[in-house]
């Protein structure tokens, strides 16, 4: 986008104004977000309709990188609340579950 502002004096976070097209793309689009060096940090959408399953299998795809960037950014001298694990022990135990049923398909 070519309207980005420079961030602020926090570098926690940073502000981009999009004028009315630009809107309405972000609307109707998924938006990535890469690092100057090309990482891939994010993906901002909306919940698409499992219309299809390539549908589900891309948001799945990028759910799951967006997951990836969250546990980058927690190191080893992050204690995590009980409850956080325990969600992220639900989701593990329910991909285990899909990855044993689609091997038996």
């Known amino acids: 986008m070519d309207n980005a502002t420079s961030p602020p004096a926090s570098p926690a976070s940073c502000i981009i104004k999009l004028d009315q097209s ?6 109707q689009s998924r938006l990535v977000i890469h690092s100057p060096e090309g990482k891939f940090l994010t993906v901002v959408t909306r919940p ?29 001298h992050v204690k995590l609340p009980q409850w956080a694990i325990n969600g992220i022990a639900r989701v593990i135990d329910r991909i285990d579950g899909h990855f044993k049923k689609q091997s038996s398909m």
Do not use: G, R, S
């Open 48 to 76: 698409l309709p499992n219309k299809t399953d390539d549908d589900a299998i891309y948001q799945l795809y990028c759910q799951v990188h967006l997951l990836e960037v969250l546990f980058d950014e927690i190191n080893e």
């Open 22 to 27: 630009q809107y309405t793309f972000f609307q």
